[in-house]
């Protein structure tokens, strides 16, 4: 069994029988002294190549199984910080954020000596986070 270009064909294969795949060569790269015979073949072979997959369809995730946002929950007396900000922007000369966060002591003490004299209100802007957490703390721990 010859093909028209003179290489004999194997049984098996003129059969339809496949044949095991061999590797695929890149590469190849001799050494040595071919004139003693000292010759070192050096094949480089490609690596296999995985069959191409189709990505998987995605699939939405229905609308009950998807978790509700968490919402912060505030007690009915808790206070709010922009709401201090506001008392203590306009009225904190006269200590109405202090009235608002319970220290009435301190309030009157703002009130009759106006923030005092502007230092008192000025701290206060700066430590009003403080001061409302500590009065949320102290009314709802949590």
Request: glycine share 10%; with cysteine.
């Amino acid at each position: 069994m010859t093909e028209g270009d003179g290489v004999q064909a194997s049984p098996s294969a003129a059969q339809g029988a496949v044949l095991p795949e061999q590797p695929l060569l890149q590469d190849s790269a001799v050494a040595g002294n071919v004139h003693v015979g000292d010759v070192v073949h050096q094949y480089h072979v490609a690596a296999p190549v995985a069959p191409a997959v189709a990505p998987a369809a995605s699939v939405a995730t229905p609308t009950y199984a998807r978790p509700a946002p968490l919402q912060q929950m505030r007690h009915p007396g808790e206070r709010a910080l922009g709401e201090a900000y506001i008392l203590c922007f306009f009225l904190g000369w006269f200590g109405w954020h202090r009235f608002y966060l319970g220290q009435p002591f301190v309030g009157l003490l703002y009130l009759f000596t106006f923030g005092l004299f502007g230092l008192g209100w000025l701290a206060d802007m700066i430590r009003m986070p403080y001061m409302v957490q500590r009065y949320n703390m102290q009314r709802f721990p949590r």
